[in-house]
C-alpha cells in the first residue's frame, strides 16, 4: 500500500492528537512536524520515529515525503497554510472551522481545487458515534420528517490564550458552535436564517442561536466556554414520527471518583471506545481513504465554508440585534 | 369556608384545581358551569360537586371563580364575573390577545375584584429556591437563560385556532416567560421567534423557538414545541431553565423527580413523577389571598398581561422575521 506522509502544522494539543491517530492508520505515518515554538516540533516529532522536526512552514512543504499537511495551527493562520501548502501540492486537512472570513475560505477552496488535491475540515462531530447514529437513523426515517432540533455543546474555557482571542479563534460560536452547525446542516440542509445571543464575562462565553432551515426545520444550538461541570455535548431531534435525543452526561460508560476531596482525580475517558471507533482515528483514516481515492473527502469543503458562513451570521446577529438572512 | 366555582372545564388543569379545593380544608368547590352540557355534567360528576346551567346562577353561588375555559373566552367569563363581584383565578394564558388581558384588567379593577393568572410553575419548590438564590446573588449577575417547556400535542380545542388563538407559542411560552420575570424581576423588551407547524398539519403552529430579550440586557430562548411523540414519551413535556450567572450556572429541570417504571403491559417507558405538586400550592395560595387579601406569589392579572404581550410579538416576529419590540400596555392590576 502507498505509504501517505504526514505533515503535521502546529504541535500544540489538537496536533499532538491527530499525530497520534495518523501514527495509527494503515499505510501512514507522520513524517514531518513544523512548528514556530522553539523545541515545539522537536518534542513531538520525536514521538514518531524519523519524523522530521522543523521551525517553518516552508521547510515542511518542501520535503518530498509529506503528502498531507494537516493544518492544526490557530484559526486566523489556517487560509496562510492551507493555500501554501495546496501550492506545493499538498493535501489538505484543516483543523476546524476553516477559516475566520469567508474570503479565506474561498482561497482556501480555490487554491487546494487548482492544485487538485484533496481538502477536508475536521468537523470531527460527524464521526462520534452517537452523531453519526442519528444521522444514519435520521436517514431511515426514524423519527419520521425532522421538524425541530436541539443542540448543546458546553466545555471549560479555553486554557490556550489565542482561544480565548476573538480575534484568531472566532469566540464560542465560531469555534464550539460550528461543530453543531455542521452537523445540524448535515442532518437538516442549509440554514438560511440565524438570530443569535452571545453573553460573555470573564473565563466565560455564552451563545444562544436561533435557526430555521431551508428544508423548513427549526434549530437551536447552544454553545458554552466556561461550563463549570465539565465537558458534554447533548442534543435531540424531534419529527413527525419520534424524538432522538442523546446526552453525553447520561450516556457515561466509566465514572471515577477519589475518596478523598482534593485528591488528584483518576485518568479514565468516561465514554470509552475501541481505537478503530475513536472519531479522531475515523476522522483521519477518512482522509486517508480520499488521498487514495477510495472514497470522497467526509466533510466537503463547500459544508466547511457553509458552516463558517452560519458561525458567522450569527456573530453578525448578535452584534447588529438582527436577524441575518444567509 | 371559600365557596369556589370552575367556569369552563375545557382545559384539563381544571380537574387538577378541582382536586385541590375539595382538597383544601378552607374552600368548598360548590359547583361547575360548562358552555358543553355534557362536558359540565361529566366534570361534575368527577369533581363531586354541582352542575350550574348558567355563568350567572354559579357566578352568586360562589365568593371565588376559577376560569378554566377555552382561551377565547377567557375574556367574556372574566366580565360575567367581575359584574357579579367575583375575584378569579384564570387559566394561561390569561387571553389570546393583549387588547383582551387589558380589557380584563379594566373590568376587575372597575368592579373592584381581583384578577389572578395561574401560573402555577411559580410554585415549584425547585423554582422557588432558584428564585431566592438568584435574589440573593448566588448565581452572580445573571447573563443568560435557556428554557424549555416542550411537550405533547395537546390537540383537540387546543389545535382549533379559533378557541386557542394559536398553537405552541400560545399555549407554552407564558409559562416560562413569567418563570424568567420572577427570576430576572426585568420586562421584556423585544421577541424573536422561528416558529412553524411542521409536526401535525393544521393551521396552528406546533414547533417554535421563541427569543426574549430584557430590559436588563439578559437574553433567554423558550422551546415551546409540542414536540414529544404522543404514544411513547414517558412523560408529558418538560418545564427546565438553565441559568448563566457569572458565579453559578443552574440547571432546572422542574419535573425530573422521578421513577422509570418498564411495564409489560405498557405501550411505553413510563416515568412516574414524585415531585411536590404545583397546583395544590397555587390553589392554596389563591384561597389565602381569597381569605386574607396577600396575594403572595400569585401571578396577577398584569403579570397575565405581559406574557400575552410576548405572545404576540412572537407572532409578529413570525411573519417579519425580525426581532418585534414588545408593545406594552398600562395594566394595574
Given at each position: 500500500?502507498?505509504?501517505?506522509?504526514i505533515g503535521i502544522v502546529g504541535a500544540g494539543n489538537i496536533g499532538s492528537r491527530h499525530a497520534r491517530f495518523w501514527?495509527?492508520?494503515?499505510?501512514?505515518?507522520v513524517v514531518a512536524v513544523a512548528d514556530t515554538h522553539p523545541g515545539a516540533s522537536e518534542n513531538l516529532a520525536?514521538?514518531?520515529?524519523?519524523a522530521r522536526a522543523y521551525q517553518t512552514v516552508a521547510e515542511l512543504l518542501a520535503n518530498?515525503?509529506v503528502?498531507v499537511v494537516h493544518v492544526c495551527v490557530p484559526t486566523h493562520l489556517h487560509r496562510e497554510i492551507a493555500v501554501a501548502a495546496a501550492n506545493a501540492?499538498k493535501h489538505v486537512l484543516c483543523e476546524k472551522p476553516m477559516a475566520l472570513t469567508?474570503?479565506d475560505c474561498?482561497a482556501i477552496i480555490?487554491a487546494t481545487?487548482?492544485?487538485?488535491v484533496?481538502f477536508s475540515v475536521g468537523h470531527v462531530?460527524?464521526?462520534?458515534?452517537?452523531?453519526?447514529?442519528?444521522?444514519?437513523?435520521?436517514?431511515?426515517?426514524?423519527?419520521?420528517?425532522?421538524?425541530?432540533?436541539?443542540?448543546?455543546?458546553?466545555?471549560?474555557?479555553p486554557r490556550t490564550a489565542w482561544f480565548a482571542d476573538t480575534a484568531q479563534s472566532g469566540g464560542?460560536?465560531a469555534d464550539l458552535?460550528v461543530?453543531?452547525?455542521?452537523?445540524?446542516?448535515?442532518?437538516?440542509?442549509?440554514?438560511?436564517?440565524?438570530?443569535?445571543?452571545?453573553?460573555?464575562?470573564?473565563?466565560?462565553?455564552?451563545?444562544?442561536?436561533?435557526?430555521?432551515?431551508?428544508?423548513?426545520?427549526?434549530?437551536?444550538?447552544?454553545?458554552?466556554?466556561?461550563?463549570?461541570?465539565?465537558?458534554?455535548?447533548?442534543?435531540?431531534?424531534?419529527?413527525?414520527?419520534?424524538?432522538?435525543?442523546?446526552?453525553?452526561?447520561?450516556?457515561?460508560?466509566?465514572?471515577?471518583?477519589?475518596?478523598?476531596?482534593?485528591?488528584?482525580?483518576?485518568?479514565?475517558?468516561?465514554?470509552?471506545?475501541?481505537?478503530?471507533?475513536?472519531?479522531y482515528?475515523?476522522q483521519v483514516?477518512?482522509f486517508?481513504?480520499?488521498?487514495?481515492?477510495?472514497?470522497?473527502?467526509?466533510?466537503?469543503?463547500?459544508?466547511a465554508?457553509?458552516?463558517v458562513?452560519?458561525?458567522?451570521?450569527?456573530?453578525?446577529?448578535?452584534?447588529?440585534?438582527?436577524?441575518?438572512?444567509? | 369556608?371559600?365557596?369556589?366555582?370552575?367556569?369552563?372545564?375545557?382545559?384539563?388543569?381544571?380537574?387538577?384545581?378541582?382536586?385541590?379545593?375539595?382538597?383544601?380544608?378552607?374552600?368548598?368547590?360548590?359547583?361547575?358551569?360548562?358552555?358543553?352540557?355534557?362536558?359540565?355534567?361529566?366534570?361534575?360528576?368527577?369533581?363531586?360537586?354541582?352542575?350550574?346551567?348558567?355563568?350567572?346562577?354559579?357566578?352568586?353561588?360562589?365568593?371565588?371563580?376559577?376560569?378554566?375555559?377555552?382561551?377565547?373566552?377567557?375574556?367574556?367569563?372574566?366580565?360575567?364575573?367581575?359584574?357579579?363581584?367575583?375575584?378569579?383565578?384564570?387559566?394561561?394564558?390569561?387571553?389570546?390577545?393583549?387588547?383582551?388581558?387589558?380589557?380584563?384588567?379594566?373590568?376587575?379593577?372597575?368592579?373592584?375584584?381581583?384578577?389572578?393568572?395561574?401560573?402555577?410553575?411559580?410554585?415549584?419548590?425547585?423554582?422557588?429556591?432558584?428564585?431566592?438564590?438568584?435574589?440573593?446573588?448566588?448565581?452572580?449577575?445573571?447573563?443568560?437563560?435557556?428554557?424549555?417547556?416542550?411537550?405533547?400535542?395537546?390537540?383537540?380545542?387546543?389545535?382549533?385556532?379559533?378557541?386557542?388563538?394559536?398553537?405552541?407559542?400560545?399555549?407554552?411560552?407564558?409559562?416560562?416567560?413569567?418563570?424568567?420575570?420572577?427570576?430576572?424581576?426585568?420586562?421584556?423588551?423585544?421577541?424573536?421567534?422561528?416558529?412553524?407547524?411542521?409536526?401535525?398539519?393544521?393551521?396552528?403552529?406546533?414547533?417554535?423557538?421563541?427569543?426574549?430579550?430584557?430590559?436588563?440586557?439578559?437574553?433567554?430562548?423558550?422551546?415551546?414545541?409540542?414536540?414529544?411523540?404522543?404514544?411513547?414519551?414517558?412523560?408529558?413535556?418538560?418545564?427546565?431553565?438553565?441559568?448563566?450567572?457569572?458565579?453559578?450556572?443552574?440547571?432546572?429541570?422542574?419535573?425530573?423527580?422521578?421513577?422509570?417504571?418498564?411495564?409489560?403491559?405498557?405501550?411505553?417507558?413510563?416515568?412516574?413523577?414524585?415531585?411536590?405538586?404545583?397546583?395544590?400550592?397555587?390553589?392554596?395560595?389563591?384561597?389565602?389571598?381569597?381569605?386574607?387579601?396577600?396575594?403572595?406569589?400569585?401571578?396577577?392579572?398584569?403579570?397575565?398581561?405581559?406574557?400575552?404581550?410576548?405572545?404576540?410579538?412572537?407572532?409578529?416576529?413570525?411573519?417579519?422575521?425580525?426581532?418585534?419590540?414588545?408593545?406594552?400596555?398600562?395594566?394595574?392590576?
Open positions: 500500500m502507498q505509504t501517505i506522509g501514527a495509527q492508520v494503515e499505510g501512514a505515518g520525536v514521538l514518531y520515529g524519523d518530498p515525503n503528502t501540492g469567508l474570503s474561498d480555490a481545487a487548482q492544485a487538485g484533496c462531530t460527524r464521526f462520534f458515534p452517537e452523531y453519526a447514529l442519528a444521522k444514519a437513523r435520521l436517514d431511515a426515517g426514524a423519527v419520521g420528517t425532522p421538524t425541530i432540533a436541539r443542540t448543546r455543546r458546553a466545555g471549560a474555557f464560542v460560536v458552535t461543530h453543531d452547525l455542521d452537523f445540524l446542516q448535515w442532518c437538516f440542509g442549509k440554514i438560511i436564517r440565524v438570530y443569535a445571543k452571545i453573553a460573555a464575562s470573564p473565563g466565560f462565553e455564552y451563545a444562544l442561536l436561533t435557526l430555521r432551515h431551508e428544508s423548513g426545520v427549526i434549530s437551536h444550538a447552544e454553545g458554552v466556554w466556561g461550563e463549570p461541570t465539565g465537558f458534554h455535548t447533548a442534543f435531540e431531534i424531534a419529527g413527525t414520527a419520534g424524538l432522538f435525543t442523546h446526552d453525553s452526561r447520561a450516556a457515561r460508560a466509566l465514572v471515577a471518583s477519589v475518596r478523598q476531596p482534593g485528591d488528584t482525580p483518576v485518568a479514565l475517558m468516561n465514554a470509552p471506545l475501541a481505537p478503530s471507533d475513536d472519531p482515528f475515523r483514516r477518512a486517508a481513504d480520499a488521498v487514495r481515492g477510495v472514497a470522497p473527502v467526509a466533510v466537503s469543503p463547500a459544508d465554508r457553509s458552516a458562513a452560519v458561525a458567522l451570521a450569527a456573530i453578525e446577529s448578535a452584534y447588529t440585534g438582527n436577524a441575518v438572512e444567509i | 369556608m371559600l365557596k369556589i366555582g370552575i367556569l369552563g372545564t375545557a382545559h384539563g388543569h381544571a380537574d387538577s384545581y378541582a382536586e385541590e379545593v375539595n382538597a383544601h380544608p378552607g374552600a368548598e368547590l360548590i359547583g361547575v358551569w360548562d358552555d358543553n352540557a355534557e362536558r359540565r355534567e361529566a366534570s361534575a360528576s368527577k369533581y363531586g360537586t354541582a352542575a350550574f346551567d348558567t355563568v350567572d346562577a354559579l357566578c352568586t353561588a360562589t365568593d371565588a371563580v376559577i376560569v378554566c375555559s377555552e382561551n377565547v373566552y377567557h375574556r367574556t367569563l372574566t366580565e360575567t364575573a367581575a359584574r357579579h363581584g367575583k375575584p378569579m383565578l384564570c387559566e394561561k394564558p390569561l387571553a389570546t390577545t393583549p387588547t383582551d388581558a387589558h380589557a380584563m384588567i379594566t373590568d376587575c379593577e372597575a368592579a373592584g375584584v381581583s384578577l389572578f393568572t395561574a401560573f402555577p410553575c411559580r410554585f415549584s419548590p425547585a423554582f422557588v429556591a432558584l428564585r431566592d438564590a438568584a435574589h440573593r446573588g448566588d448565581l452572580g449577575e445573571i447573563l443568560a437563560v435557556r428554557g424549555t417547556n416542550r411537550g405533547k400535542c395537546p390537540f383537540g380545542w387546543f389545535v382549533d385556532t379559533k378557541l386557542s388563538g394559536g398553537g405552541a407559542v400560545m399555549d407554552h411560552t407564558v409559562h416560562v416567560a413569567d418563570l424568567l420575570r420572577v427570576l430576572l424581576r426585568s420586562e421584556v423588551s423585544t421577541v424573536f421567534c422561528e416558529a412553524d407547524n411542521r409536526m401535525f398539519s393544521g393551521d396552528f403552529d406546533d414547533t417554535g423557538i421563541v427569543n426574549l430579550t430584557f430590559e436588563s440586557g439578559v437574553f433567554a430562548t423558550i422551546d415551546c414545541s409540542w414536540s414529544r411523540p404522543a404514544q411513547t414519551f414517558p412523560t408529558w413535556g418538560d418545564v427546565t431553565l438553565g441559568v448563566q450567572g457569572t458565579r453559578a450556572s443552574v440547571e432546572m429541570d422542574m419535573l425530573a423527580q422521578g421513577a422509570t417504571l418498564y411495564n409489560e403491559g405498557a405501550a411505553r417507558i413510563q416515568t412516574l413523577g414524585y415531585g411536590s405538586g404545583i397546583d395544590g400550592g397555587m390553589v392554596a395560595a389563591f384561597i389565602h389571598a381569597m381569605q386574607t387579601g396577600e396575594p403572595g406569589d400569585l401571578a396577577t392579572g398584569t403579570d397575565g398581561l405581559r406574557t400575552v404581550e410576548i405572545v404576540a410579538a412572537a407572532y409578529e416576529s413570525v411573519r417579519t422575521h425580525q426581532p418585534v419590540v414588545v408593545k406594552r400596555l398600562s395594566g394595574m392590576m
